[in-house]
């Protein structure tokens, strides 16, 4: 894959929330090509490797208003 195209493919997973530049951690493990699943263990199994602020769990208004925002989103990139 070309690296115009990854940079594309990256900023598109790329939201701000709470005044911070985010990707979900769906995301991150596509891009790594492993599950979600096996992701989340690796941080929380090694979480001495992350800073502090490497993540925080969404809200439930946060979490409503990104499935929005991304579905939006796909809606424009389809079209």
């Known amino acids: 894959m070309p690296s115009d195209t990854l940079t594309v493919q990256v900023e598109r997973c790329?939201?701000?929330?709470?005044?911070?530049?985010?990707m979900?951690?769906?995301?991150?493990?596509?891009?790594?090509?492993v599950p979600t699943k096996s992701l989340n263990?690796?941080?929380?199994?090694?979480?001495?490797r992350?800073?502090?602020?490497?993540?925080?769990?969404?809200?439930?208004a946060e979490a409503g208003g990104l499935r929005f925002q991304i579905g939006t989103s796909n809606k424009n990139a389809a079209k």
């Open 14 to 22: 790329i939201y701000l929330i709470r005044g911070e530049k985010v």
């Open 24 to 33: 979900l951690d769906y995301d991150l493990a596509v891009l790594y090509g």
């Open 41 to 48: 263990l690796a941080v929380k199994r090694n979480t001495e």
């Open 50 to 60: 992350f800073p502090n602020d490497f993540m925080f769990r969404l809200t439930q």
